[in-house]
């Protein structure tokens, strides 16, 4: 498995900070299916792949526009 590939459980702040949005923005994408959170223990977890394809997918979504 390489890194690009690998699995990060991230905790909500790390999210926060990743994709450089508030915390709210952040639960919109949760309550519009867009990212979807593990709970393990009560811990709310995200998985870097889901943000990684999110990123992916809002920057397809862009390159489309700007054509």
Do not use: C, K
């Amino acid at each position: 498995m390489n890194a690009a590939t690998e699995r990060h459980l991230l905790q909500r702040e790390q999210v926060v900070s990743l994709l450089q949005i508030p915390d709210a923005d952040v639960q919109w994408l949760v309550d519009t299916r867009q990212l979807t959170e593990l709970l393990i223990h009560g811990h709310q977890r995200f998985d870097s792949r889901d943000i990684d394809l999110l990123i992916d997918a809002y920057r397809s979504t862009a390159q489309r526009r700007a054509q």
